[in-house]
């Protein structure tokens, strides 16, 4: 079983940038790896999903902003965070997750090892 600890939460005003890590107990044969969050009272979304090979998706609204990395050799998973805004404040998880045929990268990490999550909270 994949163990996954977050890490690089907390507090920041707007516009200002944080860096979240994932530390996985291992990558081996990890597809995908990608950064969830979920704020009260909202649905879960992704965030970032990076595969092996280091390509990624965004959702839009991060797009630009947001840059996910993952070191395979470390067994680490990176969410670089600039321009950050009150409506980025969130619980931040991370999953590690094989692609489903038929679903998306978002409908496929339910199926995958999730962490406990990071706070990370933004003031204006």
């Known amino acids: 079983q994949v163990q996954l600890v977050e890490s690089g939460g907390g507090s920041v005003q707007a516009g200002g940038s944080l860096s979240l890590s994932c530390t996985t107990s291992?990558?081996?044969?990890?597809?995908?790896m990608g950064w969830f969050r979920q704020a009260p009272g909202k649905e879960r979304e992704g965030v970032a999903a990076i595969g092996h090979d280091g390509t990624t998706s965004y959702s839009d609204s991060v797009k630009g902003r947001f840059t996910a990395s993952r070191d395979n050799g470390k067994n680490t998973l990176t969410l670089q965070m600039n321009g950050l805004k009150p409506e980025d404040t969130a619980m931040y998880y991370c999953?590690?997750?094989?692609?489903?045929?038929?679903?998306?990268?978002?409908?496929?990490?339910?199926?995958?090892?999730w962490g406990q999550g990071t706070q990370v909270t933004v003031s204006s």
């Open positions: 291992y990558t081996y044969n990890i597809e995908c």
């Open positions: 999953a590690a997750f094989q692609p489903r045929f038929g679903l998306s990268w978002v409908a496929s990490a339910e199926f995958g090892y």
